[in-house]
Each structure stands twice: as structure tokens, then as C-alpha cells.
């Protein structure tokens, strides 16, 4: 007699920081037939394996205001919830996790009308409005702060941080001509890369190079100026595939403050400068780079308040500050859950069971 195998639908899309932890838990359930349901125009469409069937819907988040644009939006809504609800239908599905964002709303509440269970991932401090308004609805909100569950009373938590992708807990080796003996700065905008950080470290550079150093810096595919900046010590890339490689090597980070990010720094035991990002929704950065200030795993700097000679400076002192960074280094790895994916797969088996 066979036995099924679980169907699992994982709901996640847009960035890096959606995507990775929802990848990273799929590696983890190797006995599951797994489903991905995204948006036809985001990165899931290339990050995502093919060993994965990727359903897609059609939907975008709501703006401000009320008009036309926004009843379209309400219909559309409508319509995705159905056809997420149509999807477990057919295809058997047995449980829903998903990572936030818009796409998790249809999710959710097509799990609670099919009453499957829901599990949502929250890798934010402050808890995204997909997961306040629709947390109630889901078996376990998984969060990837500890403290977060202030802002969540009355529903079911567990603190499993956010789950990085497997090559990040092994040594990598790096394919980047760095000598061994100098020091790597390494310059990272998340998946989107941050246009404000490229012109700031580019103001800096000229005087870490002449300590030595090596600044490896990925842009982004939306700078302008990517080619402004010419030097044998500096590689610019818009994007780079072994991270994990890269932070294991650096010396520094100079990072937005994106929840994947801060836990790929503290897995990889990397000392950071954090700018979160200025716009992001209820500046939702800031708070997640309080946790590793307050923790002396990183220094943080307001965009608006920081110039290229601040940035320069710190750098520099930090660099020639090596028992500084190895404190640093030591405070982000304490910050660090390594089995975070397991946990996570254990909340999912445990539901399906």
C-alpha cells in the first residue's frame, strides 16, 4: 500500500526576502508535493524550481485612497481568493504556508474556506498587515523575532527565526579574485538593490582602498551610475548568486536592514553597518536593525542622517578596529537560530499529521 504524499501550496512572492525562507523550508520537505503560488511578473518567476508546479494570480497590493483603481483591485481580490480556492480544490492540497506580503491574504482566506490549515511566516519585527488582520486565521504564526508577539496577542506563535537556504550553513568558496590577506568590505541592497547606499559608498571608497581593502558591491539592476566607479580593488556586481561565499569572507557589511539579510548576516557571523530603508511600509527595517544594534552586532544609520565622510570614517575605524569587529561578529552569531527551517517544517508536519 502507498501512502500519499502531503501537498503542500507555499504562497510567496516579490522579493528575496519572501522567497528565500520559503525555498529554504521547501528543501526541508523532501516527502511533500509542493506547489508555489506567486504573481506572473515577480522573481518567483526565476527563483522558483521547476521541480515545482508555480501557479499564478493575478493581484497587486492596495493604495491609498479610494477610487476606481481601488475597487478594480477589491474585484480582483475577490476573484484570486476564489482561484486560490479553486487550486486546493484540484489539486488536493493539504496545508498553506505562505511569507506574507499581498499574495498571502487570498492564501489565508482560501485555506480557511477549504478549512486546511494555514501557516504564515512572519521574518519582520513589526508584523506586516496581511499577518495582524489575518494572523487569527492561521494555525501558527511563525516569526522571526523574538518579541514580535507583542503586537500579536491571542494568536498562536512560535519563535523560529527566518530560515536562510542551506549553502549558507556550509563553508562556501568564492569564485572572485580577493586575496586572502585584505580586508573585504561587502556593500549589499538586498535582492533590489539601493540606489541612495551605491552613491553614499561610492563617495567613501577612495579611502579604504588605500588601507587595502577590498570593496565587493552589488548595485542592483537600477543604478545609473554603475559604471562610475573604476578600480583593481573594487567589483561592482548588480547581483551575486553565492552569498553565503561572500559573507563568509567579508570583514564588514554595509547592508540595508531587510529581515533575510539580518539573518544571513548573523548566520555567516558578519559585523554590519545597517541604513535601513527609509520607505519601507511602518519602517518596518528600522525596527528589525534596533535588534541588532541593541545586541552590538551592528551599527545603524538613518539615510537621511548619513553622508559618504560619516560612512567613510566609521568604516574606516572599524576596520582598523579588528577587536571590535570580532565582538561584533560574536554578538550577530548569538543572534543566530541555524535550524530555523527545521523548525518551521516541524510546525507544518505537525499540522498535516
Not at 494572523?135 to 527566518?162: E, K
Not at 540606489?195 to 537600477?222: D, M, P, S, Y
Not at 572599524?318 to 530555523?340: F, R
Request: contains cysteine; hydrophobic residues 45%; aromatic residues 8%.
Amino acid at each position: 500500500m502507498t501512502t500519499k504524499s502531503p501537498r503542500l501550496l507555499i504562497a510567496a512572492s516579490g522579493t528575496g526576502g519572501h522567497l528565500f525562507p520559503a525555498l529554504a523550508l521547501a528543501e526541508q520537505l523532501p516527502n511533500y508535493q509542493i506547489e508555489w503560488l506567486g504573481v506572473s511578473d515577480r522573481l518567483e518567476q526565476t527563483l522558483v524550481p521547476d521541480c515545482y508546479t508555480l501557479h499564478t494570480i493575478s493581484l497587486e497590493g492596495f493604495q491609498q485612497g479610494f477610487g476606481l483603481k481601488t475597487v478594480q483591485i477589491i474585484f480582483r481580490f475577490l476573484a484570486s481568493v476564489f482561484q486560490v480556492q479553486k487550486i486546493i480544490k484540484e489539486r488536493n492540497i493539504d496545508a498553506v504556508f505562505t511569507t506574507g506580503g499581498y499574495i498571502a491574504a487570498p492564501a489565508i482566506l482560501a485555506a480557511r474556506l477549504q478549512k486546511i490549515p494555514a501557516v504564515i511566516h512572519e521574518s519582520n519585527f513589526i508584523p506586516g498587515k496581511v499577518t495582524r488582520f489575518l494572523s487569527r486565521w492561521c494555525d501558527t504564526v511563525a516569526l522571526g523575532f523574538a518579541g514580535t508577539d507583542r503586537y500579536l496577542p491571542q494568536v498562536n506563535t512560535v519563535h523560529v527565526s527566518t530560515p536562510v537556504r542551506s549553502q549558507f550553513l556550509t563553508s562556501q568558496s568564492l569564485d572572485l579574485d580577493i586575496p586572502i590577506d585584505v580586508p573585504l568590505i561587502v556593500v549589499v541592497g538586498g535582492s533590489q538593490g539601493a540606489v541612495a547606499v551605491n552613491k553614499l559608498v561610492r563617495e567613501a571608497a577612495q579611502a579604504w582602498f588605500e588601507i587595502g581593502a577590498v570593496v565587493v558591491h552589488l548595485t542592483g539592476k537600477n543604478d545609473p551610475e554603475i559604471d562610475s566607479l573604476q578600480h583593481p580593488q573594487y567589483i561592482c556586481l548588480p547581483f551575486y548568486e553565492n552569498m553565503a561565499g561572500l559573507l563568509q569572507r567579508a570583514n564588514l557589511a554595509i547592508s540595508r536592514a531587510g529581515a533575510g539579510t539580518l539573518t544571513e548576516l548573523a548566520v555567516t557571523h558578519t559585523p554590519a553597518i545597517l541604513i535601513p530603508y527609509p520607505y519601507a511600509a511602518e519602517d518596518h527595517q528600522a525596527y528589525n536593525a534596533k535588534v541588532f544594534a541593541d545586541a552590538d552586532a551592528a551599527i545603524v544609520y538613518r539615510q537621511e542622517k548619513l553622508t559618504g565622510s560619516i560612512l567613510r570614517e566609521r568604516v574606516l575605524e572599524l576596520l582598523q578596529s579588528p577587536t571590535q569587529l570580532e565582538k561584533m561578529a560574536e554578538n550577530a552569531a548569538n543572534l543566530a537560530i541555524t535550524d530555523s527551517s527545521e523548525r518551521l517544517a516541524k510546525i507544518v508536519n505537525d499540522l498535516v499529521d
